[in-house]
């Protein structure tokens, strides 16, 4: 997948942040301020954080602006919101492209997905799919899809938290470096284990706010200088892009070769089906009372998201006109440096003011990765202790207590895992495993999804053939594309075993995903239950009997 969604952004942003020494104590303090605020937070929330229904889904008590606020912090991340402004100032349109997907995404979300996973579901996705299946397979599957799509994600997002703070602290020996991943790790599990979903929804509201302030900022600052005349800003990128009109029309970077207008049509895929599977998002749904403020949720943060992407197009534009993409790809090839050194030129190159907007947006990113984290880490700790271990391990027997007692531990684990995975690839190119995460959510838990709220001849077969079949082929296919191996940019460059050309797996993987679950409930001995799907159907579509 792009730079849009990697912390490659983050890791430059450090860079240039590293340069200016001098500001370290002003960039410490704003870091160590946030994380004592979000700290507080957290244990605030944790004192009312009693039952099951609290630690999983906030004791569904956050209103539908609230949760439409915290959906929009666990979906911007840091990467996407510097990945994007690069991609837009190097490559003009296509750029634009990426903040096209992520936004229609959360369409196929609204209209599909969000009112009856709701309706249908206590706590995690597993819920929606066992309803009607065979408890302890289908749980077992779902489990290991969410806990496999969340450790991916969650490592891109450790490494590039590991190095940005790293690299702001002035840290540069290898020990020091695990040490600050191992810490980001620390505050990841505390923030869960203390807060749970409560705390970690009123971390992502804070960030987000900071997320859109800051953006804001930056957008107001590029339009000021261009007279708000956003012709003259288009006008100049272009003409400094050195592509003259080329730069605003489709094609710079995905009209090439054939290849890359398939892996155009790859990524896109994955990006709008993605986040429909995206575990850490689909458990936002049952933090609201009813499936309307689901529904109204998925609204405001269309609205929130939509602004946001919009700015993007100031920032990548304006990095284009003021900074000109030959000094941007000096600085990183990918272009993940345009925001931050657009920051700093508003600021006031080699001034007080520019080190001041480099710290600000250093701050923004590390909250917005920690707020990542804190969802991702939730997402697949809720989805071992309500699925794996209460329902499969013990049957559906154990208590409340006990299954909040598995949650935290869940989340040690998870945690104590991507500070290992994150250590070890503080220094490699995660874009892969980001892509894999996406491929993974569309091509596993999308089609399970859907197969089990719309079609009532989806069988447990179906369900197993889809998930497992659908998480194989993208891994499978992620391993041997030039993600991994083969090129300059890959996982391991001086190695090649890429025979798969695309770097996004979707266009295979995804309907393989779709054909595996038809073909295993056509194939099935089993019988559907018609009158369990009659019920599904019901609740899914009105609400009654929900949770």
Do not use: C
Request: glycine share 10%; net charge positive.
């Amino acid at each position: 997948m792009s730079a849009a969604h990697t912390p490659h952004a983050v890791i430059q942003l450090a860079a240039e942040a590293s340069s200016t020494s001098e500001h370290r104590p002003l960039i410490i303090t704003l870091f160590a301020v946030f994380v004592a605020a979000t700290l507080g937070i957290t244990v605030w929330a944790g004192r009312q954080t009693k039952s099951a229904s609290d630690f999983y889904a906030g004791g569904r008590q956050f209103t539908a602006f609230q949760n439409g606020l915290a959906v929009s912090g666990d979906y911007m991340s840091a990467a996407s919101f510097l990945g994007i402004a690069g991609a837009i100032a190097l490559f003009g349109y296509d750029g634009f492209l990426y903040s096209i997907g992520f936004l229609v995404a959360w369409l196929v979300a609204l209209l599909l997905v969000a009112e009856p996973l709701r309706n249908s579901g206590r706590y995690t996705m597993g819920d929606v799919l066992a309803y009607r299946m065979r408890q302890r397979p289908v749980r077992t599957a779902a489990g290991v899809s969410t806990i496999v799509v969340s450790i991916f994600y969650l490592l891109a997002q450790m490494a590039g938290a590991g190095v940005l703070v790293s690299l702001l602290l002035g840290i540069t020996s290898d020990a020091g470096k695990i040490l600050i991943v191992a810490l980001v790790g620390v505050l990841m599990i505390l923030y869960v284990t203390i807060g749970g979903m409560k705390g970690t929804t009123w971390v992502q509201m804070v960030k987000a706010v900071l997320l859109i302030a800051g953006a804001l900022l930056m957008t107001l600052m590029v339009l000021w200088k261009f007279d708000f005349n956003v012709s003259d800003l288009l006008g100049t990128a272009a003409e400094k892009s050195g592509h003259g009109s080329a730069f605003l029309e489709p094609g710079l970077k995905y009209g090439v070769t054939d290849v890359s207008k398939l892996d155009f049509i790859s990524l896109g895929i994955a990006l709008v089906l993605g986040t429909a599977g995206l575990p850490h998002i689909l458990i936002r749904f049952y933090t609201v009372p009813t499936a309307k403020a689901a529904r109204k949720s998925v609204n405001w943060a269309i609205g929130i998201i939509g602004a946001f992407y919009l700015m993007t197009i100031a920032l990548g534009f304006g990095a284009a006109a003021l900074i000109g993409p030959e000094e941007i790809k000096a600085k990183n090839p990918a272009g993940n440096a345009a925001a931050p050194q657009l920051a700093e030129y508003l600021g006031g190159l080699g001034t007080t003011g520019g080190a001041v907007m480099l710290a600000v947006i250093s701050a923004v990113a590390f909250a917005t990765i920690l707020a990542v984290v804190a969802g991702l880490t939730l997402a697949s700790s809720s989805s071992f202790a309500h699925d794996i271990y209460a329902n499969v391990i013990r049957k559906g027997k154990a208590t409340e207590k006990e299954e909040m007692s598995a949650a935290r531990w869940a989340t040690v684990a998870i945690g104590v895992v991507s500070i290992g995975l994150g250590a070890m690839a503080r220094d490699l190119n995660v874009a892969g495993l980001v892509a894999l995460a996406f491929a993974v959510a569309a091509s596993a838990n999308l089609p399970t999804i859907l197969y089990s709220l719309f079609w009532k001849r989806f069988t447990t077969q179906g369900a197993l053939w889809s998930i497992y079949g659908g998480l194989a082929s993208s891994v499978i296919l992620v391993l041997f594309s030039p993600v991994v191996s083969g090129k300059a940019s890959s996982m391991f460059p001086d190695v090649d075993f890429a025979w798969f050309p695309l770097e996004n797996p979707g266009l295979i993987s995804i309907p393989l995903g779709f054909l595996l679950g038809w073909v295993g409930s056509v194939l099935s001995k089993e019988e559907p239950d018609k009158g369990k799907y009659a019920e599904l159907e019901v609740k899914s579509l009105t609400g009654t009997g929900a949770h």
